[in-house]
């Protein structure tokens, strides 16, 4: 892959982050959170439109989901469009913190805002309640996503496999593996996830299921921490993306934040080679993808880069400003 142009759409100081991209009767649309922090309860969703990706304008701006039904305050972050022609889905979710002020994925609400002209947005629908939704996708004439939730305390983070007729009213069938963000692509007679795993190494997982979805069996390892795994089928081929971060062991304290890096892969059986890099560092990535009517490539994701660190006697990208981007990418 090559770097045509890379366009910074947002840079205002804030932590600008967790992006969907998609290309909807004619447009760009690019959604992400903006917040003072990675985690962050007085964040707000921001959709933009671009005709040509590279000027982009504001047309939906929305907070919402403050409290959770006890009143705990949510984080509110990942949106996914997901483009069915005639309808364009913004699938996102929130999270309480608990008394010890982390998330709770145990009491996430997943929603789903729908459009038919881009411009025009359905009120936040809660879809299912104590499972993230991550990256839901059409195929076969269902709905189906590897969403994730915690067991009970104080058990593990778990990827969950679930279906839907409709993308609205889902269903759970199991659980793949312990991970969290995973993202799920189509093979001629099953479905491929590619896993975040939350034990070191941390190296993403690849698991595959065939028929009716009974069991999943791991296939592969790719031997890199990928993390906000993002798959793409284009031209026949299967391309993930993702943030890298420097290899850690339980011995090995985790590498400056500064070392971090949203780059593609090329899927060949189960390796995974490196195809792309671009200009990031610190928090970064968790990319959306869109191709246009010329064929060209287009990633939205955030990065600090070029952010002028406010504190750098501090190592916590997750406190830190962070620029959203827009590339345009070739084969």
């Not at 009491?107 to 359905?122: E, K, L, P």
């Not at 007729?165 to 593996?177: E, F, K, N, R, V």
């Not at 299921?209 to 592969?220: A, L």
Request: glycine share 8%.
């Amino acid at each position: 892959m090559n770097i045509e142009l890379v366009t910074k759409i947002v840079s205002d100081g804030r932590h600008n982050a967790f992006t969907g991209l998609a290309f909807f009767q004619g447009r760009y649309f690019v959604v992400f959170r903006s917040g003072e922090h990675h985690a962050d309860a007085q964040g707000y969703q921001v959709i933009m439109t671009s005709s040509t990706g590279r000027e982009w304008e504001v047309v939906h701006r929305k907070s919402f989901f403050a409290a959770g039904e006890s009143g705990a305050v949510m984080d509110y972050r990942d949106s996914y469009f997901l483009n069915l022609g005639h309808e364009l889905r913004l699938y996102s979710f929130s999270t309480p913190f608990d008394s010890a002020g982390e998330r709770d994925p145990r009491h996430s609400r997943s929603t789903v805002q729908i459009t038919r002209d881009g411009m025009n947005w359905s009120e936040p629908q809660v879809i299912c309640t104590g499972t993230v939704l991550w990256k839901p996708i059409f195929w076969n004439n269902h709905f189906w996503c590897a969403g994730y939730r915690r067991e009970p305390h104080p058990g593990p983070l778990v990827t969950e496999f679930l279906s839907s007729p409709d993308g609205l009213a889902w269903t759970s069938l199991g659980t793949i593996t312990k991970g969290n963000e995973s993202a799920l692509f189509p093979l001629p007679n099953g479905l491929r996830a590619f896993v975040r795993t939350n034990k070191a190494p941390y190296h993403l997982e690849i698991w595959e299921s065939r028929g009716e979805f009974q069991e999943w069996n791991k296939v592969g390892v790719i031997p890199k921490s990928i993390q906000a795994p993002h798959v793409l089928a284009l031209n026949g081929a299967c391309y993930l993306f993702g943030r890298e971060v420097p290899a850690t062991t339980p011995e090995v304290p985790a590498p400056s934040s500064a070392l971090r890096r949203t780059k593609g892969w090329k899927i060949e059986g189960t390796e995974a080679v490196e195809v792309l890099e671009l200009p990031s560092s610190g928090d970064t990535s968790y990319v959306g993808t869109a191709v246009g009517p010329d064929g060209c490539l287009l990633l939205s994701y955030y990065s600090q880069h070029e952010i002028k660190d406010p504190n750098p006697s501090v190592d916590d990208a997750n406190i830190k400003p962070a620029d959203l981007f827009v590339a345009s990418v070739t084969l």
